[in-house]
């Protein structure tokens, strides 16, 4: 089994920034992806963002492209998404998310996830 457990999120003003760490331990594997997705009440969980964990490639939706970067530091098997010039549409619980296998955007594919983290931008 392979645990994630997600960090960093909180209140910000917007225009502010905030990052989130994405911890894994366990059965970890080098191959596969790791993602963000996010999921805003009364709304569907929705793709963030996705780094390719063997490539490093990375994959972003079109509403953060430009403002979130999705990373990583494979000596401490953790993913960071770095979310600047945030909005109140960015208030969501974000979630990291791992699968060993071909996946990338669609969140029903992944199959270890963390447990969320709240992220609330204040207009």
């Not at 793709?47 to 964990?53: G, K, L, N, P, S």
């Not at 109140?88 to 963390?114: I, Q």
Request: charge should be positive; include cysteine; glycine fraction near 10%.
């Amino acid at each position: 089994q392979v645990q994630l457990v997600e960090s960093g999120g909180g209140l910000v003003q917007a225009g502010g920034s905030l990052r989130l760490s994405c911890a894994a331990s366990g059965r970890t594997f080098s191959s596969g992806a790791r993602a963000w997705f996010r999921q805003a009440p009364g709304k569907e969980r929705e793709f963030v963002a996705v780094i390719i964990w063997r490539s490093g490639a990375t994959y972003y939706a079109d509403s953060v492209k430009g403002r979130f970067t999705i990373s990583r530091d494979n000596a401490k098997n953790t993913m960071y998404l770095q979310m600047n010039s945030l909005q109140p549409e960015d208030t969501a619980v974000y979630y990291c998310a791992a699968d060993a296998g071909s996946v990338l955007r669609k969140y029903n594919e992944y199959h270890y996830w963390g447990q969320g983290t709240q992220v609330t931008v204040s207009s």
